[in-house]
């Protein structure tokens, strides 16, 4: 359960966003309009995908040119799973959008929160604040519902 749950649980919504056991399904942007107030945009993503590498490979000017272009967005929402450190590319990422931070707002999000016993999450969210350099990590679950609230927080901060 990744991006697109992470999606479905925010709209409190089973199947608006496609979700898959497999990562890397989403391939192209997709718009989600909520409530005509919001739109929420689901990007490819690029850590574990299981897309082919040409695929992969074009993700990425589709996703800067999005991100650099869009004079809409308002918070970048950048998603890590929290049983893993991030990978070299998680880096990358969040190093590219803080360079462009003065466009838009950006919230790191640590899904997958409840597959991590209560006494491991400290260490592992300070563990991604570490590798990525930030201070602040939205621990989530689409199971619990954990970090619903504080993400919703930020989104309505960001408009």
Request: aromatic share 8%; with cysteine; hydrophobic share 45%.
């Amino acid at each position: 359960m990744g991006k697109s749950s992470l999606i479905n649980c925010l709209v409190n919504r089973k199947r608006l966003a496609r979700t898959s056991s497999t990562p890397g399904r989403t391939q192209v942007i997709n718009f989600f309009n909520i409530d005509d107030r919001w739109v929420f945009v689901d990007l490819p993503g690029y850590g574990y995908a299981k897309a082919p590498r040409a695929v992969r490979e074009r993700w990425a000017p589709m996703i800067e040119e999005f991100l650099a272009e869009d004079q809409r967005l308002a918070l970048v929402v950048a998603i890590v799973d929290a049983r893993h450190e991030p990978t070299p590319l998680d880096q990358m990422l969040v190093d590219w959008l803080q360079q462009l931070q003065a466009l838009f707002q950006i919230a790191i999000v640590a899904t997958k929160i409840d597959k991590i016993s209560r006494g491991r999450r400290t260490e592992a969210l300070q563990r991604i604040r570490e590798i990525l350099k930030v201070e602040n990590v939205i621990p989530f679950s689409a199971v619990t519902g954990e970090g619903k609230q504080q993400l919703w927080s930020l989104i309505k901060e960001s408009a």
